[in-house]
């Protein structure tokens, strides 16, 4: 059974810092298909930014480009969403998901998801 335990949700001022962490554990998922998404309250969700084979970031989303950036520790399975310049509107819960294990091919298609904590901007 696959599982994604996610931390570093809270709250901070607007132009603050958080750095939220996803470690991964059990088989069948992509060590390097993952991606961080974002879900605020009356909107749809929407993704942040993923990586692909080799842990390469693809793309990020153009709202968060400049501010958000994502790592990975392949050591202890951790997906890392570093946000930066927090605004208001990156008010959400986060989430992050990886894809099942095609052999290291990514598609887009994420099986697994993190449980979303809550991240709050205030002004």
Same mark, same amino acid.
């Given at each position: 059974?696959?599982?994604?335990?996610?931390?570093?949700?809270?709250?901070?001022?607007?132009?603050?810092?958080?750095?939220?962490?996803?470690?991964?554990?059990?088989?069948?998922?992509?060590?390097?298909?993952?991606?961080?998404?974002?879900?605020?309250?009356?909107?749809?969700?929407?993704?942040?930014?993923?990586?692909?084979?080799?842990?390469?970031?693809?793309?990020?989303?153009?709202?968060?480009?400049?501010?958000?950036?994502?790592?990975?520790?392949?050591?202890?399975?951790?997906?890392?969403?570093?946000?930066? &310049?927090?605004?208001?509107? &990156?008010?959400?819960?986060?989430?992050?998901?990886?894809?099942? &294990?095609?052999?290291?091919?990514?598609?887009?298609?994420?099986?697994?998801?993190?449980?979303?904590p809550r991240v709050t901007v205030s002004s």
């Amino acid at each position: 059974q696959v599982q994604l335990v996610e931390s570093g949700g809270g709250s901070v001022q607007a132009g603050g810092s958080l750095r939220l962490s996803c470690v991964a554990s059990g088989s069948g998922y992509s060590r390097s298909c993952m991606g961080w998404f974002r879900q605020a309250p009356g909107k749809e969700r929407e993704g942040i930014g993923a990586t692909d084979t080799g842990g390469r970031v693809t793309w990020y989303t153009v709202s968060v480009k400049g501010r958000f950036s994502i790592s990975q520790d392949y050591a202890s399975n951790t997906l890392y969403l570093h946000m930066n &310049d927090l605004k208001p509107e &990156d008010t959400a819960r986060y989430y992050c998901a990886t894809e099942e &294990d095609r052999g290291g091919y990514c598609y887009g298609v994420f099986t697994f998801w993190g449980q979303g904590p809550r991240v709050t901007v205030s002004s």
